[in-house]
């Protein structure tokens, strides 16, 4: 009984060393989780955190794909083991009502199998010249799987050429899981090429891009603890 009591101590210790190590590593998480649930329980009473779709930030080569509160950003965690590969935001409406837009012109594809993303290949990225990026967006369908991506993008669609700012559908809360949706979102990614004109898996954040320096916003976790992101005054 006493080595059995010696071992669930030793695990107790080592689950909270764990939960503090994630504490501390991502303190701006949970806080960013609260305004979250705070933002979608009543989008109307902090209309000062929402970004505006298409309304671009300075000089920025991008242009906001929607419009809501940036809830999650890049790197972000919302569990041990867990980084985030791009930003979230919500849009504080009903499922099929936000509107998704283009970031950046580009070449459109949807895969057969796919009901709520879209990609964009972007064969020259506009902070790396000769580099070839991807943009991603996803959850613009509901929780059973219909479909808000624009009829003009039905699935299968193949290197549709777009313009910044054309319409791609409307913000959804698909998971995957209809007992399990998301909040109300766009979850949008850069993500990098394989050297072979496909792009990488977009799960993993090594085959993603910090999307700060093509918003002209902070959206890197680890460089904003706590700030709600939006446009710089100044500029």
């Given at each position: 009984?006493?080595?059995?009591?010696?071992?669930?101590?030793?695990?107790?210790?080592?689950?909270?060393?764990?939960?503090?190590?994630?504490?501390?590593?991502?303190?701006?998480?949970?806080?960013?989780?609260?305004?979250?649930?705070?933002?979608?329980?009543?989008?109307?009473?902090?209309?000062?955190?929402?970004?505006?779709?298409?309304?671009?930030?300075?000089?920025?080569?991008?242009?906001?794909?929607?419009?809501?509160?940036?809830?999650?950003?890049?790197?972000?965690?919302?569990?041990?083991?867990?980084?985030?590969?791009?930003?979230?935001?919500?849009?504080?409406?009903?499922?099929?009502?936000?509107?998704?837009?283009?970031?950046?012109?580009?070449?459109?594809?949807?895969?057969?199998?796919?009901?709520?993303?879209?990609?964009?290949?972007?064969?020259?990225?506009?902070?790396?010249?000769?580099?070839?990026?991807?943009?991603?967006y996803t959850h613009l369908a509901d929780a059973e799987?219909?479909?808000?991506?624009?009829?003009?993008f039905p699935a299968g669609t193949t290197e549709e050429?777009?313009?910044?700012?054309?319409?791609?559908?409307?913000?959804?809360?698909?998971?995957g899981d209809p007992d399990q949706p998301t909040g109300?979102?766009?979850?949008?990614?850069?993500?990098?090429?394989?050297?072979?004109?496909?792009?990488?898996?977009?799960?993993?954040?090594?085959?993603?891009?910090?999307?700060?320096?093509?918003?002209?916003?902070?959206?890197?976790?680890?460089?904003?603890?706590?700030?709600?992101?939006?446009?710089?005054?100044?500029?």
């Open positions: 009984m006493r080595n059995f009591l010696k071992v669930l101590l030793g695990i107790v210790v080592v689950v909270l060393l764990v939960a503090a190590y994630y504490l501390v590593r991502h303190p701006g998480s949970i806080s960013r989780s609260s305004r979250v649930s705070q933002w979608l329980r009543d989008p109307d009473a902090n209309p000062q955190w929402a970004i505006s779709a298409k309304e671009r930030c300075a000089d920025a080569p991008f242009i906001p794909p929607t419009s809501g509160y940036i809830g999650f950003l890049w790197d972000d965690s919302f569990r041990i083991g867990h980084r985030h590969q791009g930003i979230d935001i919500f849009g504080g409406e009903t499922v099929g009502v936000t509107p998704v837009y283009a970031a950046f012109s580009g070449y459109l594809s949807r895969l057969p199998e796919w009901k709520s993303s879209l990609i964009i290949r972007i064969p020259d990225d506009p902070l790396q010249p000769g580099r070839q990026i991807w943009t991603y799987g219909n479909s808000f991506i624009a009829a003009t050429w777009v313009e910044a700012g054309t319409l791609l559908g409307y913000q959804g809360n698909y998971s109300i979102h766009l979850h949008f990614s850069i993500v990098l090429d394989n050297g072979q004109g496909k792009f990488c898996n977009e799960l993993e954040i090594g085959n993603t891009v910090d999307p700060s320096p093509y918003f002209g916003m902070v959206l890197n976790a680890n460089k904003n603890p706590d700030e709600i992101v939006v446009c710089p005054t100044d500029n």
